[in-house]
């Protein structure tokens, strides 16, 4: 039955995760009991070391679960008031809420451009109005348009990267679940990634929710942060006061107020961690 989409409350959060349990095959408890917010036009940084469940949280919210035989089993994802747990992939993008996998993931026997267009197939619009968007993207990503018609994968690590963005924009998304952005790329290309993240949520309003291990770049660039922990959010808060929270530096970063610390005290260090206390 087709869920009908009603006006959100006044207050309401844009994307509201309330509560969520994942499980894999019947028996792997993956996430226990996730809350976190995203409010409209804000880019939030959701972190933690790998295999801390963050991967899994975007997936639970564009419900790309099922295919890797997981599932929401208790609690709710709310999209601007209303339930989208239940909704297909496909209905969630026409509903503006676009995934970019980790990995990049570009179709590589097709042309840069080719990719591009496959981002628009949901929206039903003239070819004029794909153009435009064409167009837009390759704005912000200059890099692309350079490269449109060469073959995606013979392109860089950081050029597949932006075709892969610039792919989830041809669907016009109002928000995007980023994943790893800065997975296999140099330092220079991590902060043009994310410069052009910060510009698309400033000029085209749209909203982030960015699964990242590099927790120094991610709270720079964010207004909110979460830290997942062994599949739950053992801490959150606003992006600067979290990059300036000392357990954070000193776990995270490998700093405190001290400096760096010894691999044997970084060890202790991880035994003690006083928010999993």
Known sequence: MQQVQTAPAAGTPYLNINNIEVIYDHVILVLKGVSLQVEQGKIVALLGANGAGKTTTLKAISNLLRAERGDVTKGSIEFQGNRIDQLTPSALVKRGVIQVMEGRHCFQHL??????????????????????????????????????????????????????????????????????????????????IFEIVRNLNQKEKVSFLLAEQNTMVALRYADFGYILENGRVVMEGDAKELGANEDVKEFYLGLSSSGRKSFRDVKHYRRRKRWLA
């Open 111 to 192: 042309t840069v451009e080719e990719n591009l267009l496959t981002g628009a197939y949901t929206r039903s619009v003239s070819r004029a109005e794909v153009r435009r968007s064409l167009e837009l993207v390759y704005s912000y990503f200059p890099r692309l348009k350079e490269r449109r018609t060469s073959q995606s994968g013979y392109t860089s690590g950081g050029e597949q990267q932006m075709t892969a963005i610039g792919r989830a924009l041809m669907a016009h998304p109002t928000m995007i679940l980023l994943d790893e952005p800065s997975m296999g790329l140099a330092p220079q290309l991590v902060e043009e």
